[in-house]
């Protein structure tokens, strides 16, 4: 059954110009992860949604960084505009919201995003 | 603040021996442990979860993990690697929220 779906798998554009990520949860899920993976820092929450509600953003780096998740099943992650230090892989996850937080999450393929 | 930490950033052996990633969490309330793993150009895939009962947790692939909650440790183990375990390892752990990642040990296994 499918996963966590994430397009495009790679983008590459030149530094000002709008990002759009997607993501396409795994149905049922009601809690959505966008992660951003570089050697230098890792594996970094920028934020989740909760039943499409974003509920902790403090992981966004900047202004420039926007994600929206209008319903249960799409979410985006832009970035506008685009610098090259926001070269990464993107990655989105999503799981049940279990009370105890025992809920795994599941991951996409990721975004590799490269700007010039 | 919720943290995690991976103490080793490399690890490098050779095929049939012994592995043992560190991770320790700092929490002081129920947590739930988490330890995924990422294959080279992947994305993170679960190996295996504790969130109660017995301490030694039994995941994929062979893997296994100890919860010592006196140390705050949740150590992953494997008794005899391959050389198709080489990735990165990911120790998470989620308390009243999100889950925190730890920074990742990238595990290099030689034929």
């Known amino acids: 059954d499918a996963g966590v779906i994430q397009s495009p798998r790679h983008e590459v554009t030149e530094m000002g110009q709008e990002v759009t990520l997607r993501c396409k949860p795994i149905?049922?899920?009601?809690?959505l992860f966008w992660y951003r993976q570089t050697m230098m820092r890792g594996l970094e929450l920028l934020i989740y949604?909760?039943?499409?509600?974003?509920?902790?953003d403090s992981g966004m780096p900047e202004d420039r960084f926007s994600a929206k998740m209008p319903n249960a099943s799409f979410s985006t992650l832009k970035i506008q505009p685009s610098e090259p230090r926001d070269s990464a892989v993107y990655f989105c996850?999503?799981?049940?919201?279990?009370?105890?937080?025992?809920?795994?999450?599941?991951f996409g393929d990721g975004t590799r995003l490269s700007i010039l | 603040a919720q943290s995690v930490s991976q103490h080793n950033h490399h690890v490098i052996l050779s095929e049939a021996a012994s592995l043992e990633l560190g991770c320790n969490y700092s929490?002081?309330?129920?947590?739930?442990l988490f330890w995924y793993v990422q294959y080279p150009g992947q994305h993170l895939q679960l190996l295996l979860k504790?969130?109660?009962?017995?301490?030694l947790v039994k995941g994929i692939k062979g893997f296994e993990a100890e919860f010592i909650k006196s140390k705050f440790s949740f150590n992953l183990r494997k008794p005899s690697v391959q050389w198709s375990d080489t990735a990165e390892y990911f120790c998470a752990a989620r308390g009243f929220q999100k889950l925190v990642f730890g920074t990742g040990t990238r595990l290099l296994v030689s034929p």
């Open positions: 949604f909760n039943n499409n509600v974003p509920i902790d």
């Open positions: 996850a999503s799981s049940l919201t279990g009370n105890l937080g025992n809920q795994p999450q599941h």
């Open positions: 929490y002081g309330g129920t947590v739930n």
């Open positions: 504790y969130f109660s009962g017995d301490p």
């Open positions: 149905s049922g899920h009601n809690s």
